[in-house]
């Protein structure tokens, strides 16, 4: 169990996560208590949550280890990876640390505002018709219909090309940190 004393060294990110919940619409504690207190069980729900309504990094099935309480470390730590959170935050054994399971919730949660985000310009694109590059389409039913599969390929192609940066990220970010910790 973490400690209050373990989280405030990161009173932004309890803010941040809490604020940035409820404007997703999480149904559990937005508080910035729940935040900080970062229980296992809190993890998962928030998780789960993230997971199901905007990250969507996982299919349906595989998904269901994500859901056993306790929430396996070895689950935990593959969605972790997957969704670009650097391995030092994201080993079995990293989130028992409060500081880290602050750090893990923060990371779940910025993703899902991230994806939140690209999902709401992409669907602002759709309606106006517009391509990517800016060009806008007032032709027939099937060439709208092409223009948006080809729209739906390019944002693919982009999150792709965004989960490599947040990765590449990630890893720089790790070894920045493994330096300043020597």
């Not at 990161?10 to 504690?29: C, K, N």
Request: hydrophobic letters at 35%; proline letters at 4%; glycine letters at 6%.
């Amino acid at each position: 169990m973490s400690s209050r004393s373990d989280l405030v060294q990161y009173p932004r990110h309890v803010d941040l996560i809490s604020s940035t919940l409820e404007q997703l619409g999480f149904q559990g504690d937005v508080s910035s208590d729940a935040a900080m207190s970062c229980t296992d069980e809190y993890i998962q729900e928030v998780l789960l949550f993230c997971e199901d309504h905007y990250i969507r990094e996982w299919d349906l099935s595989e998904r269901g280890s994500l859901r056993f309480a306790p929430l396996p470390p070895e689950a935990l730590s593959s969605y972790l990876l997957s969704i670009g959170c650097p391995s030092s935050l994201a080993a079995p054994t990293c989130p028992s640390s409060g500081a880290i399971r602050s750090q893990v919730l923060y990371w779940i949660v910025l993703t899902a505002a991230s994806e939140a985000h690209a999902d709401a310009v992409r669907s602002d694109r759709e309606r106006a018709g517009i391509f990517p590059l800016g060009m806008q389409c007032s032709a027939g039913e099937d060439v709208v219909e092409a223009t948006g599969a080809l729209r739906r390929r390019y944002v693919d192609d982009l999150r792709e090309l965004q989960h490599e940066i947040n990765r590449r990220i990630g890893l720089a970010q790790e070894d920045c940190l493994g330096r300043a910790a020597r």
